[in-house]
């Protein structure tokens, strides 16, 4: 069932004692995973740059449609940025569930996949009353059109605390993040107009209620004020790493 929706990707339940599992960790390893596989290792079609193994790391190339792992052989597994690239998801995601007891999934929402949409991305996704819909862009018909992939994926990231306060307000605005114990509801290719109607179309004002609940001034406060601390823990963090 899914847990929780992490604030970032560092936010996560992960005890120190756990084997972590990363599938697709690409140009940038999560640094909890102690094992990081990869489908592709001679093209970037799918990711921004060469694969980096962090030290204390284990590469394998594989299919994360077909892990080369036991039932239950960690205690973790993190996906970010991977299952809207993958050709059946329904696979992908059962070995997931399979190879792990517990979990992370980051992907972009569907707000995030008009901010910064990739022709190497074919599935778009958004959550709703914790139930994870994917749709084939295209068969939706999804048309590509301003990209702004550099700025908000690269730079904003990297050089505005309002973007990264934001992230952390607005955690499942731009992304979709889950956290989960034995799996998650997801269905593919919805058919029930009602959940189809978010994908196609124009963004009604009277969604963000429901996707971003109001707060009041005081509640805005002092998420804004823990986003900061979290920020500054985690440059800190990174500070010290780099100098170690």
Known sequence: MKTRNPKSKFDL??????????????????????????????????????IKVLKNQTFMQADGEALPFKDNE??????????????????????QFRVAKRG????????????????????????????????????????????????????????????????????????VRIEWEKDFKYVVEPEDPEIRKYFSGKWDINWADRFFPKKTMMQEFKDASAAFADISKSVFKSKVLKKH
């Not at 599992?21 to 909890?32: A, F, K, Q």
């Not at 960690?74 to 070995?95: A, R």
């Open 74 to 95: 960690f205690d973790y597994i993190i996906c970010c940025q991977v299952l809207e690239h993958v050709e059946n998801p329904v696979k992908f995601l059962s070995e």
């Open 13 to 50: 339940k992960i005890k120190s004692s756990d084997r972590v599992l990363e599938v697709g960790g690409g140009h940038n390893p999560h640094p909890r995973a102690n094992v990081v596989v990869d489908k592709f290792v001679d093209s970037n079609f799918h990711r921004s740059g060469d």
């Open 104 to 175: 992370y999934l980051e992907t972009p929402s569907l707000i995030g996949e008009y901010l910064f949409p990739r022709i190497s991305h074919k599935w778009i996704l958004h959550e709703l009353d914790d139930v994870l819909y994917l749709l084939d862009k295209k068969k939706l018909g999804f048309t590509y059109g301003y990209d702004m992939t550099e700025l908000i994926q690269d730079f904003l990231p990297t050089h505005s605390i309002g973007f990264k306060i934001m992230e952390r307000t607005h955690p499942n605005m731009i992304t």
